[in-house]
Nanobody, 127 residues
Framework: QAQLVESGGGLVQAGGSLRLSCAAS????????MGWFRQVPGKEREFVAT????????YYADSVKGRFTISRDNAKNTLYLQINSLKPEDTAVYYCAASSRPPTMATLKTDRGFESWGQGTQVTVSS
């Protein structure tokens, strides 16, 4: 499995921007796709975005489409999430994840099939 380390979270005012990073190391050669998820205490983990590692195809949750951009730098084994126009409801711990399994239409926007997870980075948006 890959080891994943997120960074870039913090406290930001509503309307601001952040760029989260996720550095991957270890067994990354089999990675087919990576994703970002977020979780608020007491709620289920929520899908945010995913990207296929080789082709760069991207998919987003409807709630973040147009404000969030997922990207990757294959040479650096790093995943990014650019977050613009932040809202207080974006406050959460953001996790990156990696999968060596091809998704299905049923699993594409879920956390199913992701074997490796980072420790998370806190994003707090003040109103």
């Amino acid at each position: 499995q890959a080891q994943l380390v997120e960074s870039g979270g913090g406290l930001v005012q509503a309307g601001g921007s952040l760029r989260l990073s996720c550095a991957a190391s270890g067994r990354t050669a089999s990675t087919l796709r990576m994703g970002w998820f977020r979780q608020v205490p007491g709620k289920e983990r929520e899908f945010v975005a995913t990207i296929t590692w080789n082709t760069g195809l991207t998919y987003y949750a409807d709630s973040v489409k147009g404000r969030f951009t997922i990207s990757r730098d294959n040479a650096k084994n790093t995943l990014y999430l650019q977050i613009n126009s932040l809202k207080p409801e974006d406050t959460a711990v953001y996790y990156c994840a990696a999968s060596s399994r091809p998704p299905t239409m049923a699993t594409l926007k879920t956390d199913r099939g992701f074997e490796s997870w980072g420790q998370g980075t806190q994003v707090t948006v003040s109103s």
